[in-house]
């Protein structure tokens, strides 16, 4: 599983207030625990109104004061997406794309022959499509865009919108339907999205996130914007891979529980 790390969101208000007094050992501190919890890229979102240039500016040059793994830029603003890319040290992943407005045609240019990855959401200008037919047209016009501008299917995070479950008629079967049409499309593309939508306003939160991932791995879901240091989680998606065949003689399963990234012996 590919995991982007989420914890350094402005939405999250102790990051937004982290963010709001400049507190860079906050920033450091998370971006080192998500590192350490086997994190594949460091999500960096400001979640600010102004001046989101230059914070996103500060919290780069910080995270990668602590680590090295690549950073998903964060922004609705395509712009400041393209402006961010010369403070990142290697390339990593653009969050995000989708059928809105020009987002592709500033984005794609720009990324096309590097080897920066990108996520594109299964919306456009109407809004998030209420079907899995109409989410599945307007992910073959991304594709069509993609290969305009030569960007492999494998440098693309396809998210299909994962919404709320207490007010969806039919639990994920949608969401589902898209995922596995992707899939089998598009053999060696990402399937990603922000695990926790699907629980927001149900108790338990953790238990429904849970149940979605293991379900969405089934469905080929690859890739996920979460928190690696949620001990419970990563070892169900360890888990889940090796139950799926993903992860031979689960090994990788056998070797995180053995470091303490899961289980009885994980680091609190």
């Known amino acids: 599983m590919i995991i982007i790390g989420e914890k350094l969101n402005g939405s999250i208000p102790s990051c937004a207030k982290a963010i709001a007094e400049r507190d860079a050992d906050y920033i450091r501190t998370y971006a080192k625990k998500q590192a350490d919890a086997n994190a594949t890229f460091i999500d960096c979102c400001t979640s600010v109104n102004e001046g989101e240039l230059e914070v996103m500016e500060w919290m780069v ?3 990668q004061e602590v680590t090295d793994l690549p950073i998903a830029l964060d922004s609705p603003d395509p712009q400041v997406l393209v402006d961010s890319m010369k403070f990142c ?3 990593g992943l653009i969050n995000s794309v989708s059928g809105e407005g020009n987002k592709i045609d500033l984005i794609f240019p720009v990324i096309a022959d590097t080897k920066w990855e990108v996520m594109a959401l299964l919306s456009d200008d109407t809004g998030i499509p209420k079907t899995a037919a109409k989410r599945i047209e307007v992910f073959e016009k991304i594709m069509a865009k993609a290969k305009e501008y030569g960007i492999s299917p494998s440098r693309i995070h396809i998210d299909p919108l994962i919404e709320m479950l207490c007010t969806s008629e039919d639990g994920i079967a949608m969401v589902v339907e898209v995922m596995q049409y992707i899939r089998s499309k598009y053999p060696t593309i990402h399937i990603s999205g922000a695990v926790s939508n699907i629980s927001f306003n149900l108790p338990g939160r953790k238990i429904v996130n849970q149940a979605f991932t ?3 791995m089934n469905a080929g879901m690859d890739s996920a914007v979460l928190d690696p240091t949620n001990r419970d989680l990563l070892g169900i998606i360890y888990a889940t891979e090796a139950l799926l065949g993903l992860d031979d003689y689960c090994m990788e399963y ?10 009885p012996n994980a680091a609190k």
């Open 214 to 216: 293991v379900l969405a």
């Open 89 to 91: 040290k290697r390339p």
């Open 254 to 263: 056998i070797t995180g529980f053995r470091e303490g990234l899961y289980g």
């Open 61 to 63: 040059n910080l995270i």
